[in-house]
């Protein structure tokens, strides 16, 4: 049963930074592409970032220089470094596999969600 499990959300200032990080279990995230998305109350689901297979990566313009999306295939992980938080980053933020990059459609496994909350 695939499982991935989110953590590192927290309440910060504007400006502050917070590292997202998504453990995944019965299942090799070595063989898929991985996302991150967002949903702000209100608002649809967004995609945030993606990496690739190999690596290459993929940000919505909103985060572009100051998130950073990376992966680690030994420890079957994947992060989300954010800096530089606004208040408008404030948002569930979900972990997804086998997200198709060239149409940022999701795949078919989600994590529960961490929030962030940005405020001062």
């Known amino acids: 049963q695939v499982q991935l499990v989110e953590s590192g959300g927290d309440l910060v200032q504007p400006g502050g930074s917070l590292r997202l990080s998504c453990q995944a279990s019965?299942?090799?995230?070595?063989?898929?592409?991985m996302g991150w998305y967002r949903q702000a109350p209100g608002h649809q689901r967004e995609l945030v970032a993606a990496i690739s297979l190999r690596g290459s990566t993929y940000y919505a313009d909103s985060v572009e220089g100051r998130f950073t999306i990376s992966r680690d295939n030994t420890l079957n992980t994947v992060s989300l470094q954010m800096d530089n938080l606004r208040p408008e980053d404030t948002a569930v933020y979900y972990c997804?596999?086998?997200?198709?990059?060239?149409?940022?459609?999701?795949?078919?496994?989600w994590g529960q969600g961490t929030q962030v909350t940005v405020s001062s």
């Open positions: 019965g299942t090799r995230i070595t063989n898929f592409a």
């Open positions: 997804n596999q086998g997200i198709v990059i060239t149409t940022t459609s999701p795949g078919d496994y």
